[in-house]
C-alpha cells in the first residue's frame, strides 16, 4: 500500500509541476484490471485530470496537494467560487459546437493565461486556443496573452448590479453578517481592510431599503442582521440568492 501511496504522489508532484497529464501508468496492472471489473474505478490515469479540468473549469481555486508527502497523499478542494466570469466562459464553450473541447491541458493553460502567468505554456496549446479565438496576444508582446474580449465582458457585467451595486462589495458584507447580528462599529472593524466605513453605511442603507438587512435597536445599541427570508442561508446559496433578487430590480 505504501509503494501506490508513493507512486501516486510522485505522478500528482510531476504532473502539476509540468502541467501535463502524464503518469497513467499503473503501478499495479492486476489491481487496476480488478477494480475497473468491479466497477469500482473508471478507465485508469483519469482521476486527477478531471479533478483539475472541473475544479478549474467551475471558476474554484486550484485543488490542493501541499500537505502530501512520502506517505500519503491529501488533496483539499474548495468549493467557493472565486471567478464566476470564467466559470461561465468555459462553460459556453464547451457547452457549444465548437471543436476541439477543453482538456485539462486548455484549461490550465487558460486559468495561466487569465493570472498574468506566461512561463512553461505549451506552443501547440497556446496555438490551438489562439485559433479558437479564446486568447489574443497583447499588443507590442510576442508571448503574452490575454483571454478573449467576450470572456472581459463576462467579467464586467459581472461586477455590477445596474447602478446602485458592485456584486464583491455586496458578497463581503453579506458573508460577514451571515448568522450574526452586529453593531456598526464591529462591522467597520470587520472589514476594515475591504471596505471603507462610507461603503459600509451606502451598503447597509440600500440593502436596508431592499429588504436585504435589518436593523434591531436604536443609535449605539444598534444591531443590523439579514433579513428573516435569507437568515438560514448560507455561503453561495445566499449570495446567489440574495444577488438573483437585486437583479431582477435594477437590471
Given amino acids: ?21 502524464a503518469c497513467s501508468t499503473p503501478r499495479s ?19 486527477v485530470d478531471k479533478i483539475f479540468s472541473i475544479t478549474l473549469s467551475e471558476g474554484k481555486a486550484e485543488p490542493d496537494y501541499k500537505n502530501s508527502d512520502m506517505f500519503q497523499v491529501s488533496l483539499t478542494l474548495r468549493t467557493e467560487i472565486i471567478e464566476k466570469a470564467f466559470h461561465v466562459f468555459v ?41 479558437s479565438g479564446l486568447i489574443e496576444k497583447i499588443s507590442g508582446h510576442t ?35 451571515q448568522g450574526n447580528a452586529l453593531k456598526i462599529g464591529d462591522l467597520e472593524g470587520l472589514l476594515k481592510e475591504s471596505l471603507s466605513r462610507n ?27 439579514i433579513t428573516d427570508k435569507y437568515a438560514d442561508l448560507r455561503g453561495d446559496v445566499l449570495l446567489s440568492a440574495v444577488i438573483a433578487e437585486l437583479r431582477s430590480k435594477y437590471e
Fill in 91 to 131: 462553460s459556453q464553450y464547451q457547452n457549444s459546437e465548437k471543436e476541439p473541447k477543453f482538456g485539462v491541458e486548455q484549461i490550465i493553460t487558460l486559468c495561466k493565461i487569465r493570472n498574468s502567468i506566461f512561463q512553461n505554456l505549451k506552443a501547440e496549446i497556446v496555438s490551438q486556443l489562439e485559433k
Fill in 143 to 177: 508571448n503574452r496573452y490575454t483571454l478573449s474580449q467576450e470572456y472581459h465582458a463576462l467579467v464586467n457585467d459581472g461586477l455590477k448590479i445596474g447602478k446602485r451595486y458592485l456584486i464583491k462589495e455586496i458578497e463581503i458584507l453579506l458573508l460577514s453578517l
Fill in 29 to 47: 496492472r492486476l489491481m487496476t484490471e480488478i477494480l475497473e471489473k468491479t466497477g469500482l474505478v473508471e478507465r485508469s490515469g483519469q482521476g
Fill in 1 to 21: 500500500m505504501l509503494s501506490l501511496y508513493f507512486f501516486h504522489f510522485i505522478c500528482v508532484k510531476l504532473r502539476h509541476k509540468k502541467l501535463l497529464p
Fill in 199 to 225: 461603503q459600509i453605511n451606502y451598503l447597509k442603507m440600500k440593502l436596508m431599503e431592499d429588504n436585504i438587512l435589518k436593523v434591531e435597536g436604536k443609535i449605539k445599541g444598534a444591531r443590523y442582521s
